[in-house]
Structure formats: structure tokens, C-alpha cells
Nanobody, 114 residues
Framework: VQLQASGGGLVQAGGSLRLSCTTS????????IGWFRQAPGKEREFVAS???????RYADSVQGRFTISRDNAKSTLYLQMNSLKPEDTAVYYC?????????WGQGTLVTVSS
């Protein structure tokens, strides 16, 4: 199982970014997958997740600003981030739970300037 996150960068507050997580080594369509983030000096936290049957879930801090989606044909997960705030600055990781084991991508850095 491999996951590769990309799409991070530097953006001004109020801007947008779209993260992607390409995957391989498992039947993507069958599994629950999501995004987490870790800000400097803080613990990793849940951002959003989506099950094989869709049903997206969001952290309260990003509800209404971020949208998680998946393209099962491309085995790819996305995170559309709008109205970004400086407090969204973090390394963003994708995670898949495959047969009760968690697999993480390498992370992509998002920096939001004020």
C-alpha cells in the first residue's frame, strides 16, 4: 500500500489550494480514506474523511471551507481547501485504513500567510 500526497504550497489568507493523494497497492474504492494535518508543535489532527460509499466527514474547524472527494477510477483522494486561514498552516497527510491497518502518505506542506 502506497499513498503520495501533493499540491501543498504557500498561499495568502482567503486563498485556495487543492491537495491530491494518489494511491496504489489496494482496491481504493473499497476503503475509508482521509486527511489529517500536523501544525508545528502540535499533535496530528483529523481534517476530513470519506468512506467507500461517500459519506464525507469534517472537523469542525474546516466544515464549510474544505471539501473532500475521491475518484475511484483514478485511485485518488482530493481535498479542496477554500477560504484558507493562517491556522490551517500544517503538513497535510492522507491516510487509508486497509484491512484494519493504517497507511500514511509522506505529507505535503501548506503554508497560509496573513
Amino acid at each position: 500500500v502506497q499513498l503520495q500526497a501533493s499540491g501543498g504550497g504557500l498561499v495568502q489568507a482567503g486563498g485556495s489550494l487543492r491537495l491530491s493523494c494518489t494511491t496504489s497497492g489496494f482496491t481504493f474504492a473499497d476503503y475509508h480514506i482521509g486527511w489529517f494535518r500536523q501544525a508545528p508543535g502540535k499533535e496530528r489532527e483529523f481534517v476530513a474523511s470519506i468512506r467507500s460509499g461517500r459519506d464525507p466527514r469534517y472537523a469542525d474547524s474546516v466544515q464549510g471551507r474544505f471539501t473532500i472527494s475521491r475518484d475511484n477510477a483514478k485511485s485518488t483522494l482530493y481535498l479542496q481547501m477554500n477560504s484558507l486561514k493562517p491556522e490551517d498552516t500544517a503538513v497535510y497527510y492522507c491516510k487509508a485504513n486497509v484491512q484494519s491497518e493504517n497507511y500514511w502518505g509522506q505529507g505535503t506542506l501548506v503554508t497560509v500567510s496573513s
